[in-house]
């Protein structure tokens, strides 16, 4: 897989992650598809001629370990995250609040320091981050996810500025609604409720989402995409959609 650029998925074990690792596959990368459910990648993998290493992005020692089995990387794509709870300020729990920070947010720190070695040797580096339209607005319940969405993308806005001279693009993908595994994570398996985010509206796949970050990713090496924001037409902010009956 050495004669082909390198590109590593996190959380590709599921939903943007698992789409992402596969457009880029056709898109001529070989990926290195990483999360804690190894043996998802692992399939995923084997259908794209890939690898899959496990991968805990909350986890130091995890990412160190990952990190030492790709020495050579033109892509990261820093994908792993989400969301636990819907609660307001009030009430807000604070562990879960610790999981999103530490996985959308510390998680991206450890993944980009760990890799931006590789990135910047390679002469043609990117970082692509996934955060979200919660990255640039709040919505009521929503502090937990929304402050850590903000500050990944803080993270991420400033190495386009501390890497200004260097090889390396950055480029933050902001999607909205996007129906994969997201509500049922964020809602503890709950089905029903997280069925309920995306009832009487056309959201977005995890392709549709896919196809723009291999777009990026494919762009010559000195065109950077900054921001993509990437909704269904059925939503205008955050919080404002466009519901049918049903
Ligand atoms: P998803 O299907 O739940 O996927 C989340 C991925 O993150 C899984 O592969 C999961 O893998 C991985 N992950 C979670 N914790 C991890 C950890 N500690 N270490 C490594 N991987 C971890 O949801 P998704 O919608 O595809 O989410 C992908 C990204 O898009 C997230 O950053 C999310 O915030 C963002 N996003 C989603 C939406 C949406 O509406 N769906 C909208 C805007 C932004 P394991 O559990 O196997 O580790």
Redesign the pocket.
């Given at each position: 897989m050495t004669d082909r650029p390198v590109a590593v998925v996190?959380?590709?074990?599921?939903?943007?992650?698992a789409t992402t690792a596969r457009a880029l596959a056709a898109a001529g990368f070989a990926v290195v598809l990483?999360?804690?459910?190894v043996d998802?990648c692992a399939h995923i993998a084997a259908e794209i001629d890939g690898i899959a290493v496990r991968?805990?992005?909350?986890d130091q020692e995890s990412v160190d370990a990952f990190a030492a089995a790709v020495p050579d990387c033109r892509l990261l794509v820093n994908?792993?995250?989400?969301?636990h709870g819907l609660e307001p300020v009030a009430e807000a729990d604070v562990e879960a609040w610790r999981w999103m920070f530490e996985?959308?947010v510390l998680?991206t720190l450890r993944m980009t320091k760990a890799l931006l070695p590789a990135l910047v040797a390679s002469g043609d580096g990117h970082v692509v981050t996934?955060t979200?339209v919660a990255a640039t607005e709040v919505y009521d319940n929503g502090a937990g996810y929304c402050g850590a969405k903000h500050a990944q993308s803080a993270l991420h806005r400033t190495l386009r500025g501390e890497l200004l001279g260097q090889p390396v693009r950055l480029t933050e993908v902001l999607?909205?609604?996007?129906e994969?595994?997201?509500s049922l994570?964020r809602f503890d398996g709950d089905a029903e409720k997280a069925a309920k985010v995306y009832r009487g509206l056309t959201p977005l796949s995890?392709d549709d989402v896919a196809e723009v970050i291999a777009f990026a990713a494919t762009r010559p090496p000195h065109v950077n995409l900054d921001q993509i924001v990437v909704k269904a037409r059925d939503q205008a902010t955050a919080t404002r959609t466009y519901r049918r009956d049903t």
């Open positions: 996190t959380g590709a074990s599921s939903g943007i992650g990483g999360a804690r459910r998802r991968l805990d992005v909350t994908n792993a995250g989400g969301a996985t959308n998680g996934v979200s999607p909205g609604l996007v994969t595994d997201f994570v995890a």
